[in-house]
């Protein structure tokens, strides 16, 4: 059974840092790349940032480049999310996923539908 689950959202000022990590069982992680989606009410699914098997490739969403940095530990099964420079439309809640089926260890997608497996979500609040 596969389980992703998130943590480290929170409630931070305009401006602030928040890290968010999500914690992978019952996948091959070190061959999974990983990616973290957001949602805002009302709101489409938004690719976030995403990073292949061993870390080589990154890919983030346009909205959030030279703010947010993801990484990952394949020795603890571990994805971060280092988000810095937090603006009021960054307020959403973020998703770790999963995808299973990475062509390659450069491969690194921006779309939901490729992603094999989700989180239940943490909430991210940024006042203004």
């Known amino acids: 059974q596969v389980q992703l689950v998130e943590s480290g959202g929170g409630l931070v000022q305009a401006g602030g840092s928040l890290r968010l990590s999500c914690v992978a069982s019952?996948?091959?992680?070190?061959?999974?790349?990983m990616g973290w989606f957001r949602q805002a009410p009302g709101k489409e699914r938004e690719f976030v940032a995403g990073?292949?098997?061993?870390?080589?490739?990154?890919n983030y969403g346009d909205s959030v480049k030279d703010r947010f940095t993801i990484s990952r530990d394949n020795a603890k099964k571990m994805v971060y999310l280092q988000m810095n420079s937090l603006k009021a439309e960054d307020t959403a809640v973020y998703y770790c996923a999963a995808d299973v089926g990475a062509a390659n260890l450069w491969s690194v997608v921006t779309t939901r539908y490729a992603y094999d497996y989700w989180g239940q979500g943490t909430q991210v609040t940024v006042s203004s």
């Open positions: 990073i292949s098997w061993g870390g080589i490739a990154t």
């Open positions: 019952g996948l091959t992680f070190s061959r999974s790349a």
